[in-house]
């Protein structure tokens, strides 16, 4: 008990310091962390990219889909049904629609577990992964919005049978406001390999 009441202590104050900057510092750090993240060759080496859609105040991942449709990267989104997320393909901005919490979704049919089983017998693809979340600490753990969402999926691609078909890299996507120098965490919370801020990869 203490433990979640300590998350939501640390959640609500991360939030609140990233409601607290303003559209333009939204958009002037939106895009130097994407900057650091399309010159990292994590992305260069991807041939896919699963990425969050952005909502209200969070790192702005439209300049990232804009990139990687112009560098061809095969691109995800998450789509949430009931308890459970999958990433359904995205071939433009255009198929995105009002879905979970007024959050963008895809539309389309097309799964990445779908996509990347193809791969199985052949040469695994790198996959880079952008994931959102509330606060980080230095030592990469995350505090999420509460629903466990990305810890479920992403703990199937990095202990399941999906994380043999393919090189995954998960990145998280974050704000300088929202990192502390050590934040609560639980031994099922899924770490990111690197955060990336606007002025400093982690």
Known sequence: MDEAINKKRFRKEALQKRDRLTAKEREAY?????KRLVSLPDYGQAKAVLTYI?????VDTFPLLERA??????VFAPRVSGR???????NGAQELALGYRGILEPEGIKTYTDWVSRYAEEEKPRILICMPGAAFDRRRHRIGYGGGFYDRYLSGLKYGTERKDAQVTIVALSYACQIFAEIPWEIHDICPERIITETEII
């Open 54 to 58: 952005s909502y209200l105040s969070e």
């Open 69 to 74: 449709f112009f560098d061809k990267k095969v």
């Open 84 to 90: 459970e997320m999958e990433f359904i393909k995205l």
């Open 30 to 34: 939106s895009e130097a962390i994407v």
